[in-house]
């Protein structure tokens, strides 16, 4: 087991080469600092984790005045990310996920265009733009127009993009995907895999969740892709509001059945039912001690909310399954 989880965490990596990044803001119309990188704004699946921020502008002076913010329509300077942890594809879960992300974020403006006062790093993080944006971004090779590799435009629905960055760029940009591209290409396949027709699960739980998605947007997107895949209770964290809008229990809150007893007893429903088919219909009671619940099942016998919603700590679970779509999530299942 030593030898091959060494293998598949510890495999040699390709050196990453130089890598360099312009953007400029199509939209909206405003002056920002811009925040490449840090905390929740993309991931390498190794440790330290996270791609150490860089600012437009770099001089923190300057986020004292608007005016030498970055403004809209102009090319930004190129930023030298080269010397950034950025690794190979892993091959922890499989696919192209497993390659670095990058994000880029908004910071100094609210939706209404009102200023805040950006003035340090710690005032900054609390100044996202929670709007929708267009950026086009351009990655290079070297810091000039003639070593471009690519160049994209994408748009956010909360002040940020995010977007993988398979390295060396020269050679692995047939991998590139944004956070839209990636949401898409989920959808496809499970179109694919379902002929568009839902799977809709009466009695049992298929949970997952979603790590936290950068774009309220997006996550709708994904949460209608898994429900379409028959998964009906899916935790976020971000985004509650997206949750209750597309009709799906977060588990954190809800957790699974918590009475071991009525558990069983829905298992063996679903066990029987087979022969109740061949012998004729036949009814099962409750167990004494779910009586309190009784109420919360629908005649066929279908959980509810309410009867989900004892103490999550004590719950029981047939299926949980790992969702990770985001481009910046950990090492991502990419189907």
Not at 11 to 23: A, H, I, T
Not at 51 to 61: G, K, S, W
Request: aromatic letters at 8%; charged letters at 25%; one cysteine or more.
């Amino acid at each position: 087991l030593l030898a091959a989880a060494s293998s598949v965490f510890a495999q040699p990596l390709e050196k990453s080469g130089p890598v360099f990044l312009r953007l400029r803001v199509l939209e909206p119309q405003r002056r920002f600092v811009v925040r490449i990188g840090g905390w929740g704004a993309g991931m390498i699946h190794v440790s330290p984790w996270r791609v150490p921020q860089a600012y437009l502008p770099e001089d923190r002076a300057a986020w004292k005045d608007v005016n030498k913010w970055l403004a809209p329509e102009t090319w930004s300077r190129w930023v030298d990310l080269s010397d950034r942890d950025w690794h190979g594809r892993l091959n922890r879960e499989g696919g192209i996920a497993e390659w670095p992300s990058l994000g880029i974020q908004l910071r100094g403006n609210d939706e209404t265009g009102r200023v805040n006062p950006a003035v340090d790093e710690i005032t900054i993080e609390n100044a996202n733009y929670p709007g929708k944006v267009r950026i086009e971004v351009q990655l290079a090779t070297a810091p000039r127009e003639n070593a471009v590799v690519k160049t994209f435009t994408e748009e956010g629905h909360y002040g940020e993009i995010v977007f993988l960055l398979p390295t060396p760029l020269d050679k692995h940009m047939d991998e590139f995907e944004t956070g839209t591209q990636m949401t898409a290409r989920h959808r496809q396949w499970a179109e694919e895999v379902t002929g568009g027709q839902p799977v809709t699960l009466q009695q049992m739980s298929v949970a997952t969740a979603i790590w936290g998605h950068y774009d309220p947007e997006l996550c709708r997107q994904d949460v209608e892709t898994l429900k379409l895949l028959g998964f009906n209770t899916i935790n976020d964290g971000r985004w509650p509001a997206v949750m209750r809008e597309e009709g799906v229990k977060p588990w954190w809150s809800t957790g699974f059945e918590p009475d071991p007893e009525l558990q069983q007893w829905h298992w063996h429903q679903f066990l029987t039912r087979f022969e109740q088919q061949a012998e004729g219909t036949g009814t099962s009671s409750l167990p004494a001690s779910s009586s309190r619940q009784r109420q919360a099942l629908t005649p066929a016998g279908a959980m509810t909310t309410r009867a989900m919603s004892l103490s999550p700590t004590r719950s029981r679970s047939l299926t949980c399954a790992r969702w990770r779509p985001r481009a910046c999530a950990g090492s991502s299942r990419a189907i």
